[in-house]
């Protein structure tokens, strides 16, 4: 599945992807030969020799444009409720001209221009995110379950022309500072409203230039600092996510057989969009994914996500997809009602974020057999491109995150920059068109991101066996709860602000659900009377989101520290009786 390219050591250099070496001639010449949907070729980007797809997008507005050309009436999205609504790829495109009009004239939008936006997932965020990149603006994709400081900072770095929300994200801006001086907020609906009211349904996308390394989207990362980072996304990474995920589904659908559950050509591929759309995760698929391949999204109700409505969407939409996480999976296929509702149609599991347990993998044979797994590695700077793991590599390496995804390159690297030997630990870097242009208005932090020809530096470990990236470690320790990326020394500098307490250092624990739990210990100031652990949990809620707030919190003398001062996490984490 991958080759390895002689670098500066006999060891194992650079990870390409070479999965369509295993189609016969014919069937790779039909993919992937001159003309082919998914030719590829070597251009330099941004200054270094990246491999590219040939017939590409030339930016994200192309994309739109291309679904509304070629199936103007076929369903785009379906969203859930008492009485659900449908937006075809036609419907989206006009609508979207009209939202760019108001953008335009009333507040002032032009190229380059910031329009932010916390909601939950819905018609009118998506027509605003069409609207904001077919004038060549960038969306900041603020997280709505952000507590009013985060937010703050948000707008704060990416200083937008406009600022929008709906629901209760709209009420959390309302108490920002940012609102308390007199910014200006709109909702979403009041900007829906406008738009139809210029609404011309043969209006088209409005004609700007728009370059493939144009900004595009700013998503925000969880920052190894207390404050988190705009990572700026640009057009060509969106367009190359949609382009590398559709190769290896296709090489899996070819050389699959009778091995896996197959859709029907007559069948729309339908999927639930239920990863929000301030993460790569959610937006990826409904804007380049979906409308690059005719496929369909289901958006369910606003409110967190259940594993019963989920089983529910899935019978009534016959959806032939699922994407989440591993929590996801596990409460679906747990769920007593499980056997109520049509789950035969579904063929592709779609995962990334963190490995398959061995149980779960057990009971997706037990409860789904045939259906096709795939999961992978990567982070909102390389669009959620890194590694790719289904079909036979599930079976064979099921502990790992798979190969290099189509066009994207991997090293493992030792502390001197030097790419390491098979089965040795070293930090993971990734280069590839998928990978971001930087932080927004954070110039440090991006050359620190980056080695020399662009190579980015994940801060994440692993090790390469047969080809393929086992995960070793995160750097500064980082949480993943429920798919959603966590730095413990955000979570310590709120927990110091406390009066009482002087010292905290915070983990992640095994969850069997979730995957990890937030655990935290602290210490008390010297004669403090301690809060409870109730009162730190509010205390914390206050300024981060609720699902950095600690499940567990242990109440120390002391913490344990090396000749350095360091905190020694690894003591805490294997002491008896830590959950």
Request: hydrophobic share 40%.
């Amino acid at each position: 599945m991958t080759e390895t390219v002689p670098g500066r050591s006999a060891s194992p250099s650079t990870l390409r992807w070479t999965a369509d070496r295993s189609l016969s001639e014919d069937m790779r010449s039909l993919l992937c030969g001159p003309g082919g949907p998914f030719e590829r070729t070597t251009e330099e980007v941004l200054g270094t020799p990246v491999e590219v797809f040939v017939q590409r997008a030339p930016h994200l507005p192309a994309v739109l444009a291309g679904a509304a050309e070629r199936s103007p009436d076929t369903e785009y999205c379906v969203f859930d409720g008492p009485e659900p609504e449908t937006l075809t790829y036609g419907e989206a495109r006009s609508l979207a001209a009209a939202y760019a009009e108001v953008l335009a004239s009333r507040y002032c939008v032009g190229k380059g221009d910031r329009v932010a936006v916390a909601a939950p997932n819905g018609r009118e965020y998506l027509l605003t995110f069409w609207a904001t990149l077919s004038l060549g603006a960038v969306m900041v994709g603020l997280n709505g379950w952000w507590a009013p400081a985060e937010l703050d900072h948000g707008i704060a770095l990416t200083a937008p022309s406009a600022v929008f929300g709906l629901g209760r994200p709209l009420e959390r801006l309302g108490q920002t500072e940012f609102a308390a001086k007199g910014g200006s907020l709109v909702s979403l609906k009041d900007l829906h409203e406008a738009a139809l009211a210029v609404h011309d349904p043969a209006r088209g996308l409005p004609d700007v230039e728009i370059a493939e390394d144009d900004p595009a989207a700013v998503l925000f990362t969880s920052g190894t600092t207390n404050l988190p980072k705009g990572a700026t996304l640009s057009h060509r990474n969106f367009v190359h996510f949609g382009l590398f995920g559709g190769l290896g589904g296709a090489v899996v659908v070819v050389n699959g057989g009778g091995r896996y559950r197959q859709i029907p050509p007559d069948v729309q591929r339908t999927s639930i969009c239920s990863n929000p759309f301030f993460h790569v995760s959610g937006v990826g698929p409904a804007l380049v994914i979906a409308p690059s391949f005719g496929s369909r999204l289901v958006f369910p109700e606003p409110g967190r996500w259940d594993a019963e409505r989920a089983l529910r969407l899935t019978d009534k939409y016959k959806l032939t997809q699922w994407h989440g996480v591993p929590t996801h999976f596990w409460k679906m296929l747990t769920h007593p009602d499980f056997e109520k509702y049509s789950t035969g149609q579904v063929a592709v599991i779609g995962s990334g974020g963190s490995t398959f347990a061995p149980e779960l993998l057990r009971l997706f044979e037990e409860k789904m057999p045939g259906v096709q797994i795939t999961n992978g590695y990567g982070m909102t700077e390389t669009t959620g491109g890194g590694t790719f793991l289904n079909g036979p590599e599930m079976d064979g390496h099921p502990a790992s995150v798979g190969a290099p995804a189509p066009t994207m390159e991997v090293q493992v690297r030792d502390p001197d920059g030097v790419p390491a030997a098979e089965n040795e630990v070293g930090e993971i870097h990734i280069r590839g068109a998928g990978v971001f242009l930087g932080y927004w208005n954070n110039p440090e932090a991006t050359a620190e991101a980056f080695a020399e020809d662009r190579w980015y530096r994940t801060g994440d470990y692993g090790r390469v066996i047969d080809g393929v990236l086992y995960l070793e470690s995160r750097m500064r320790d980082l949480i993943i709860r429920g798919g959603e990326n966590i730095y413990p020394i955000e979570i310590e500098y709120r927990l110091v602000e406390h009066p009482s307490i002087a010292d905290a250092a915070v983990i992640g624990v095994p969850d069997r659900i979730l995957g990890q739990q937030v655990k935290a210990f602290v210490v008390l100031e010297p004669g403090a009377e301690p809060p409870s652990e109730d009162d730190l949990r509010a205390w914390t809620a206050e300024r981060l989101a609720s699902f950095k707030v600690p499940a567990f919190i242990e109440f120390r003398d002391a913490l344990p520290y090396n000749e350095t001062g360091k905190v020694l996490k690894r003591h805490l984490e294997e002491e008896p009786g830590t959950p």
